[in-house]
Antibody, heavy 120, light 110 residues
Framework: QVHLQESGPGLVKPSQTLSLTCTVS??????????WSWIRQPAGKRLEWIGR???????NYNPSLKSRVTISVDTSKNQFSLKLNSMTAADTAVYYC????????????WGQGTQVTVSS | QSVLTQPPSVSAAPGQKVTISCSGS????????VSWYQQLPGTAPKLLIY???KRPSETPDRFSASKSGTSATLGITGLQTGDEADYFC???????????FGGGTKLTVL
């Protein structure tokens, strides 16, 4: 059974860059049937899709975040990562990583999520 | 519109049935698959329905879903207190080239 686990700092200063890593266990990140996504949820608000990466390294980003986001993959470590620069208080949220299914675009499983707070 | 709209809350008594709507547009629900997620308090979302109306093996058959045009509906029968959660719909938006999530519906089982 595939399991995803996020890791990274829980506190980021304004204007700094957030770096999170998602470690995939129980399955290969290189499977052609799936892609790997980051999704976030500010407290009390809707989920927001940040972007995705295919095992090949091809990426798609949410247009609203595209200028600040980079998602990368390390197949040797079965990990993928998120970098979000120029952080502000509006980026405070729980950040989830999730496996997505090509074309059909549903997400399963999800990581447990990690709280990221932007504050000086 | 490139947004998925859900009612903020629904409620019903144990044993009753409830439906949750998700309204979108041609560019998302109208031309792409819809999925539904259940988020219990303090936990990550969990896939409930995929491909508009298919249930993973772990999803009880009390949960069902349908899609018609630019709207989708999640139905839950035989409500249990354990069903109290937030429910989100999601779909790819072909105009934005992004996944959209609904605002979420909080289910209260009275």
């Amino acid at each position: 059974q595939v399991h995803l686990q996020e890791s990274g700092p829980g506190l980021v200063k304004p204007s700094q860059t957030l770096s999170l890593t998602c470690t995939v266990s129980g399955g290969s990140i290189s499977s052609d049937s799936y892609y790997w996504s980051w999704i976030r949820q500010p407290a009390g608000k809707r989920l927001e899709w940040i972007g995705r990466i295919y095992p090949s390294g091809y990426t798609n980003y949410n247009p609203s975040l595209k200028s600040r986001v980079t998602i990368s993959v390390d197949t040797s470590k079965n990990q993928f990562s998120l970098k979000l620069n120029s952080m502000t208080a509006a980026d405070t949220a729980v950040y989830y990583c999730a496996r997505g299914v090509l074309i059909i675009n549903w997400f399963d499983p999800w990581g447990q999520g990690t709280q990221v707070t932007v504050s000086s | 519109q490139s947004v998925l709209t859900q009612p903020p809350s629904v409620s019903a008594a144990p044993g009753q049935k409830v439906t949750i709507s998700c309204s979108g547009s041609y560019s998302n629900i109208g031309n792409n698959y819809v999925s539904w997620y259940q988020q219990l308090p303090g936990t990550a979302p969990k896939l409930l329905i995929y491909d508009n109306n298919k249930r993973p093996s772990e999803t009880p058959d009390r949960f069902s879903a349908s899609k018609s045009g630019t709207s989708a509906t999640l139905g839950i029968t035989g409500l249990q207190t354990g069903d109290e959660a937030d429910y989100f719909c999601a779909a790819w938006d072909s105009s934005l080239s992004a996944v959209l999530f609904g605002g979420g519906t909080k289910l209260t089982v009275l």
